[in-house]
C-alpha cells in the first residue's frame, strides 16, 4: 500500500509561482516513488480561496487541518526555502497527531533546527 505524503511548502507571497512549485514537486516525487502519494489538498483552497480574504484564509487552514486529522496523512514532508507560519501550524498538528515531520529542503531543516517556536 502507498504511503501518503502530505507536502507543506509555502504559500503566501507569489501564489501562482508557489501553486506551480507545489504541483511539480507532488507530481515528481509520486512518478519517481511509486511507494508514496504526495498529497497536498491545499491546492484546491488555493485555486478557489483568496489568500488574503481572513474568511478564505481560515476555511482552507480549516480543510487543511481535517485532511491532517483524517488519520489518512502517513507523514508530513516540508519543503521549500523557510518553513512559513501556516507550515508551522501545520508541523504543531502533525506532531500532536503522532505523524512524522521531515524537512526535505535546506531552508526548512534550517528552520525546524533553529526555531524554538516548532515544536
Excluded at 501518503?4 to 511548502?9: G, K, T
Excluded at 489538498?41 to 476555511?59: G, K, N
Aim: proline share 5%; net charge negative.
Amino acid at each position: 500500500m502507498r504511503r501518503v505524503i502530505y507536502i507543506a511548502h509555502p504559500v503566501r507571497g507569489d501564489v501562482p509561482g508557489n501553486r506551480a512549485k507545489i504541483v511539480e514537486i507532488c507530481e515528481s516525487l509520486t512518478s519517481k516513488n511509486p511507494e508514496i502519494f504526495a498529497w497536498a489538498p491545499y491546492l484546491q483552497s488555493i485555486t478557489h480561496l483568496d489568500d488574503t480574504v481572513v474568511e478564505d484564509r481560515a476555511l482552507g487552514i480549516r480543510i487543511n487541518t481535517a485532511c491532517l486529522r483524517s488519520g489518512v496523512v502517513d507523514e508530513l514532508w516540508l519543503f521549500g526555502d523557510t518553513i512559513s507560519e501556516g507550515m508551522r501550524a501545520e508541523i504543531a498538528l502533525a506532531r500532536s497527531l503522532g505523524i512524522p515531520v521531515v524537512a526535505k529542503t535546506e531552508g526548512t531543516a534550517r528552520d525546524l533546527a533553529a526555531r524554538s517556536d516548532t515544536p
